[in-house]
């Protein structure tokens, strides 16, 4: 199975950056799409950025021209860097990784990490 593990998450004051990093393993494979996700307290989950192995970045509305989506295909790691940072991208961001794109509607198939709190607070 493919293993994710995410870092870079913490408190940051509004206006402030993070780079999150989530490094896989496993029988993880580069031709897999990679993809951040975040869930709100109360909200749903809901996709923030996506690359393939051509690293070609897309993202939600909601962060372009904010957030950064980027990979290392030697390293089999995809890092977000989030800048001008709000209260509302406080969330638990997840790193994802699937064969397919866009996925099935369970996710069945794809791979998840444990997640990593970001914060944004005076």
């Known amino acids: 199975q493919v293993q994710l593990v995410e870092s870079g998450g913490g408190l940051v004051h509004p206006g402030g950056s993070l780079r999150l990093s989530c490094v896989a393993s496993?029988?993880?494979?580069?031709?897999?799409?990679m993809a951040w996700y975040r869930q709100a307290p109360g909200k749903q989950r809901e996709l923030v950025a996506v690359?393939?192995?051509?690293?070609?970045?897309k993202y939600a509305d909601s962060v372009a021209g904010r957030f950064t989506i980027s990979r290392d295909i030697a390293k089999n790691t995809v890092y977000l860097q989030m800048d001008s940072l709000t209260n509302e991208d406080t969330a638990v961001y997840y790193c994802?990784?699937?064969?397919?794109?866009?996925?099935?509607?369970?996710?069945?198939?794809?791979?998840w990490g444990l997640g990593t709190q970001v914060t944004v607070s005076s």
């Open positions: 690359i393939g192995s051509n690293k070609i970045p």
């Open positions: 496993g029988t993880f494979s580069s031709m897999y799409m």
């Open positions: 994802y990784a699937d064969r397919r794109w866009p996925p099935l509607a369970s996710h069945a198939g794809g791979f």
